[in-house]
Structures are given as structure tokens and as C-alpha cells.
């Protein structure tokens, strides 16, 4: 019995602080990533990268929902902080700090996924601006508007199941 409770302690001891501040698991649910993520595939979530860097465009992270913050998301960013956003027609394109303006690949998205809407967005120096890949089925910045810094929780570090498409930083696109 006491080596058992002994067992216990020491995997408490590590377990408990690297699910609390360095990786999580999540399970994708719903169309809005699709057909990067589909419901039922299991990733787990970097919580550790950015407090040591931002993240990027093109990274694909895991929220908590403004509007809901007991709600997670997953999302991929477009927008950083200080640029603006704009879709035309459903293009997607971003004016950087410096003013220059780059009209983002979206040669990802499958052509019945996308949309037709138009806006334009600034956002603050703590903002980001995140869409769902399934960009006609998504909740995302389009309808709820920039997403606080501090509502990042991390990013896709691996996606463990379904087994057939198991990877490291799954779903990451580099725009640039």
C-alpha cells in the first residue's frame, strides 16, 4: 500500500504541472476547421510556446471563445496585432504596421467552403484576427471580432488521433 500511494504522489507530481501549464489535450468538435480538423481528431495543445514568442500567421491555436470564455475554439490565424484585415468578395488580405498590404493564399481552403462576405478590421497591439478553415460554416473573428491576446491558449503541437494522419504542428501554414 505504500509504495502504491508512493506511485501515486510521484505521478502527481509530474502530471499535474505539465497538463497544467505546458500541454492539454483537446478534441476537435464541429465543421469549422474542416477539412484540416474533423470531429473526433485528438490534439494535444503547446501551452508553453508563447510565453516565450508570439504566434504567428498561419498558426493553427486553440481559444477560449470571447463571447464564452468556458468555451474552446480552434482557429487559424490570419491577423496580427496592429494590421488590418480585410476581405473583399472573400478574399482575404493583410495591411501590415509598415502599410503594406498582401493578399493571403487561401489555396487551402476547399472551394465550396468559401465565402462571399466583405469587412475590414484594425486591430489593437493585444489582437489578433483568427478564421476557421470551413470559412462558410465558422464562428470566428468575422462574427464575434478580434480575439484578446490573453484568450490564446496555446497551439496545435500534434494531433495523435485518427492514427492515419498523426503529425507534429498539424495543420500549420506558413503565408509567407
Known sequence: MKETLKFIFTVAIIVIPIRTFV?????????????TFTTGHYLIVDELSYRFKNPERGDVIILK???DPKTFFVKRIIGLPGETVEIRDGKVSVT???GSTTPLKD???????????????????????????NRAQSSDSRHWGPLPRDLIVGRAFARLYPFSKINIFPGKINFD
Open 96 to 98: 501590415n504596421k509598415q
Open 107 to 133: 489555396d487551402f481552403i476547399d472551394p465550396k467552403n468559401k465565402i462571399s462576405d466583405s469587412s475590414k478590421t484594425t486591430l489593437l497591439d493585444t489582437e489578433y484576427f483568427v478564421m476557421g478553415d
Open 23 to 35: 500541454a492539454q489535450p483537446f478534441i476537435v468538435k464541429g465543421p469549422s476547421m474542416d477539412p
Open 65 to 67: 471563445y470571447p463571447k
